[in-house]
């Protein structure tokens, strides 16, 4: 049992299953509580919530097209069927990959998958593993080692994972990742489509398309969501991370409103120029999608050999391809909360910078700001019915509210707050230090030639002041012309003193001729 515990320190152990074992609470050390948790098993809940969401969208978008090729508007058919299609097909794929389906005898899930159905029975799946776990003791498969967070202090501490929990897990990093894909190839351009065409055809098929709008901005909120959530737990692996409902709340205020301002944003400036929202969108798309490749060349670093065992380089390269333009879709819309690192095994910058996000922020603000004058100056007359200098107001508020949002999450509700090296605080202090720095030197170098004049015109003045110690004596002022020297108050000192010398000897003298005589 001794061995058991100290090879659990050490490392993941994976364990045939075997006769359960007994639960040790504490070694002997007293650094790792051994914790058994077969029986709780959660409800898959994000699996659930992400297989309503795609669904109700898939249903709505099928909805709309049939309504646009009644009314023979195929161009919002068209996109409105392609922006539904293309991110149903990369979940599949997505969905394949991670189960690694390929090599298993599973003709009625790959069929599924081909019916674009695999979400659907992905998540009966899940359902029918939690509905099972618990019912019979499960032997456990590994022991998860972690750190839980408890007043600022990492406590290590072990899990036995069973069957059942494995399984789910394996769903719902599935799901994470779906939720994403789905969120934003698929429900970002689809909301930015549908709120061009309710601006252009003058609010036809309204209720069909507002219904659409709804989902597709839940969704993009909930993938932001889980991107979020899903770069804290990549960056603190170590630890057993819980977020907090007030996180989340924070979280969902911060994400909506940064997702809304963005879009209207792009909208507007799409229905007043046209053709200019080609080029803004395709630099945005191609900067984000560059920008992790040109650091990977800069830092000459390889590709990460442990994406997938069976992939050559070529496969490598199309898999990062496909991670850095996911990455560069999320990032034109909102921010992606991680930076990608091309040359290391997870993909992930592990150190958050903060000069980062405040440069990046900074200019997705002036963007959007941009974006919204040019409106102004060239909107249309369909708006001379709405107040446009209080809708480009709204925007700047709404997204400074965003911004404010972040910032109280990383301030106050982060779940790894307290790990972190520096913080909001620290940064905005030390910006502030820097920009008031060179404010300082500017009055301590104003201040120096003042006091220099001040030295100057004052210092000839206490060389002629008379000594409190001796009233008696008088001093008298030479005119400028005739200035002593600088040591010549000491020399008149001198003179005084061999004078009062004389003539003390002068007076001794005197009277001893007097005695003599």
């Keep these: 049992m001794e061995r058991k515990d100290t090879a659990a320190e050490n490392e993941i152990v994976?364990?045939?299953?075997?006769?359960?074992?007994?639960?040790?609470?504490?070694?002997?050390?007293?650094?790792?509580?051994?914790?058994?948790?077969?029986?709780?098993v959660h409800l898959p809940l994000s699996v659930i919530l992400a297989t309503v969401l795609w669904c109700a969208e898939v249903v709505c978008a099928s909805i709309l097209s049939k309504l646009y090729h009644d009314s023979e508007d195929d161009t919002w058919m068209g996109l409105t069927i392609a922006f539904?299609?293309?991110?149903?097909?990369?979940?599949?794929?997505?969905?394949t990959f991670i189960h690694r389906d390929l090599g298993m005898d599973r003709p009625l899930v790959l069929f599924m998958h081909m019916l674009m159905l695999g979400p659907l029975i992905r998540c009966i799946e899940a359902l029918v593993t939690y509905g099972r776990a618990g019912r019979q003791e499960e032997p456990y498969v590994t022991i998860s080692r972690k750190k839980k967070l408890k007043k600022g202090k990492g406590l290590p501490m072990e899990w036995e994972i069973g069957h059942s929990e494995r399984r789910l897990a394996v769903h719902r990093n599935a799901f994470k990742r779906t939720a994403i894909i789905q969120a934003f190839l698929g429900s970002t351009p689809q909301l930015t489509l549908q709120l061009y065409v309710t601006i252009q055809e003058k609010y036809v098929f309204?209720?069909?398309?507002?219904?659409?709008m709804i989902i597709t901005l839940v969704s993009i909120t909930y993938g932001a969501l889980v991107c979020s959530v899903l770069a804290i737990?990549?960056?603190?692996?170590?630890?057993?991370?819980?977020?907090?409902?007030?996180?989340?709340?924070?979280?969902?205020?911060?994400r909506g409103l940064e997702i809304a301002t963005r879009v209207v944003s792009l909208v507007l400036f799409c229905t007043a120029l046209n053709l200019w929202i080609i080029p803004v969108g395709l630099a945005n798309l191609l900067f984000f999608f560059f920008l992790p490749w040109v650091e990977f060349w800069v830092r000459r670093g390889s590709l990460?050999?442990?994406?997938?065992?069976?992939?050559s380089k070529v496969g490598t390269v199309v898999v990062l391809s496909m991670v850095t333009l996911l990455y560069a879709c999320i990032n034109v819309f909102c921010w992606s909360a991680v930076q990608l690192n091309l040359a290391d095994h997870d993909l992930i910058e592990k150190k958050p910078r903060w000069n980062r996000v405040a440069l990046y922020y900074s200019a997705r603000f002036a963007e959007n700001v941009l974006l919204t004058v040019l409106w102004y100056l060239y909107k249309s007359d369909f708006y001379e019915y709405v107040c446009a200098p209080l809708l480009v107001v709204q925007l700047v508020v709404c997204y400074g509210l965003a911004v404010f949002f972040m910032l109280l999450f990383y301030q106050f509700c982060h779940p790894c707050r307290n790990l972190f090296h520096h913080n909001v605080e620290d940064f905005l202090s030390c910006f502030c230090c820097r920009r008031s720095k060179p404010k300082e030197k500017d009055v301590e170098e104003q201040r120096e030639p003042s006091l220099t004049e001040d030295k100057e015109e004052a210092s000839p003045e206490p060389l002629l002041e008379p000594a409190k110690e001796h009233p008696p004596e008088s001093v008298v002022q030479l005119p400028p012309d005739d200035e002593p020297p600088p040591n010549a108050h000491v020399d008149q000192i001198g003179d005084r003193e061999?004078?009062?010398?004389?003539?003390l000897v002068d007076t001794v003298d005197h009277n001893s001729v007097k005695v003599e005589a």
């Excluded at 299953?17 to 914790?35: F, T, W």
């Excluded at 309204?206 to 659409?212: K, Y």
Aim: hydrophobic content about 40%; charged content about 25%; glycine content about 2%.
């Design 14 to 40: 994976e364990v045939q299953p075997q006769q359960h074992p007994q639960p040790a609470s504490k070694p002997e050390n007293g650094d790792v509580v051994l914790v058994i948790n077969h029986s709780q």
């Design 84 to 95: 539904m299609l293309i991110p149903a097909v990369l979940i599949q794929l997505t969905l």
């Design 206 to 212: 309204f209720h069909a398309r507002f219904i659409l």
């Design 233 to 254: 737990n990549i960056k603190y692996d170590e630890y057993k991370v819980r977020v907090r409902s007030h996180a989340y709340l924070c979280m969902v205020l911060w």
């Design 304 to 311: 990460p050999e442990n994406v997938e065992k069976d992939l």
């Design 498 to 503: 061999t004078d009062r010398v004389e003539d």
